[in-house]
């Protein structure tokens, strides 16, 4: 099933897959995966947030739920999100070759904006969905194009005015399985479950300078908002010790020339670590490093939490359950976010992840091999059969 999405949403200038919310190939991943729910039987509907619902048999409360997403980081792979979906189809195909039928409430979900690669905040639709972000500050959010996200689920035919805390669809799950490639390599088996998730978070630092000319500024009469920029990122690499991640992956100068000292510089930080304390310890040595460098180059700094999701500890006892009934394959840790991790919160969540051999995740050398991948629906399908018989 992923070959017959693998040429939505190709980045020819990053490679891999740029498929953002409410964009083009985003909007045509939502109607293939209709087309695809309608093609097993499945009742498709759409809530207030913009997060998709293939019901197999009537809606109801405490289902069990399953899915994942079909948006991607800017030049992502072909398996982060999408795995999970298609995993969740054919695991209702195998189910329905043998003639199960779920004895609960049973739902294949598809979440919005997951990554968050053209608003900004990650697992969006799952935290607008149980109210872990304020509406009006979501709706606010820009991508880099100035549109916000109002404006986008307006252009793709959603109503932005019925977006926030859905009590409703939060009561109808009764629990939610999300199957994920993993994004390490922490698997030595074809499948295994998660355990936790770290803490982590979004910041956005801002420095500001004088903007002016690259030619006729002498280096002791600038002050250029580069340079603390610079020291922010050298600042995150030392800042992450003992298994901590801090990570600069947007830089954006303005106006961005090359002959030009900018007059300001963004620059985003994504900062993790196994708990809260020790996450907001390095996220402030990295500030007061930035704030210093900041302040030598005569620079002002501001600083935004854009997100932030504490510790995630998956429910021990569906854990347990589902690593039982899969024979007793392995629980890990996981540092990267996931819709699963949100709804953990309010309702209990567990996660079966597929073997990466390489790793690599974010990127367009993310793989996995198809004999895990038919072994991670093989595992799904008897997942559900369990938690639904």
Not at 185 to 213: C, D, K, M, Q, Y
Not at 282 to 309: F, T
Not at 342 to 347: E, G, R, S, T
Request: charged share 25%.
């Amino acid at each position: 099933m992923l070959d017959q999405i693998a040429d939505v949403g190709r980045d020819v200038q990053r490679g891999g897959y740029s498929r953002h919310a409410y964009a083009a190939p985003e909007l045509e991943l939502r109607h293939w995966f209709v087309e695809q729910a309608v093609r097993r039987g499945l009742n498709v509907e759409t809530d207030q947030n913009g997060n998709l619902w293939a019901w197999w048999g009537e809606r109801g409360d405490d289902a069990l739920v399953t899915g994942s997403h079909l948006d991607s980081v800017p030049g992502g792979g072909a398996f982060d999100g999408p795995l999970g979906v298609t995993s969740s189809l054919q695991a209702v195909d195998l189910l329905q070759a043998k003639g199960f039928t779920p004895n609960r409430p049973f739902a294949v979900a598809v979440f919005a904006e997951e990554e968050g690669g053209r608003f900004g905040v990650a697992c969006l639709g799952s935290r607008l969905l149980s109210g872990a972000i304020d509406k009006d500050k979501a709706l606010g959010l820009k991508d880099p194009d100035g549109v916000t996200l109002a404006e986008a689920m307006r252009a793709a035919g959603y109503d932005p005015d019925r977006v926030g805390k859905d009590e409703k669809a939060l009561r109808r799950i009764g629990q939610f399985v999300e199957l994920h490639v993993e994004q390490g390599r922490g698997l030595a088996v074809p499948v295994g479950v998660a355990s936790s998730i770290l803490a982590h978070g979004r910041w956005r630092f801002t420095f500001s300078g004088e903007g002016n000319h690259a030619g006729a500024t002498l280096i002791e009469d600038r002050r250029d908002p580069m340079i603390p920029a610079s020291h922010l990122v050298l600042a995150a690499r030392k800042a992450a010790r003992g298994g901590a991640r801090a990570t600069v992956g947007r830089i954006v100068p303005n106006p961005g020339g090359t002959n030009v000292i900018a007059s300001t510089v963004d620059v985003w930080l994504d900062a993790r670590d196994v708990d809260d304390a020790r996450t907001r310890a390095m996220v402030a040595e990295i500030s007061d490093a930035a704030g210093k460098a900041a302040r030598e180059e005569g620079c002002e700094l501001r600083i935004a939490e854009e997100s932030y999701g504490g510790t995630v500890h998956f429910d021990a006892a569906l854990r347990d359950d589902i690593a039982q009934a899969l024979g007793g394959v392995p629980a890990l840790p996981t540092g990267a976010g996931h819709d699963a991790g949100i709804l953990a919160a309010h309702v209990p969540t567990a996660m079966v992840f597929v073997r990466n051999p390489t790793g690599v995740s974010h990127a367009p050398e993310e793989f996995a091999e198809q004999a895990d991948v038919d072994e991670g629906v093989r595992a799904l399908a008897t997942t559900i059969e369990h938690l639904a018989s």
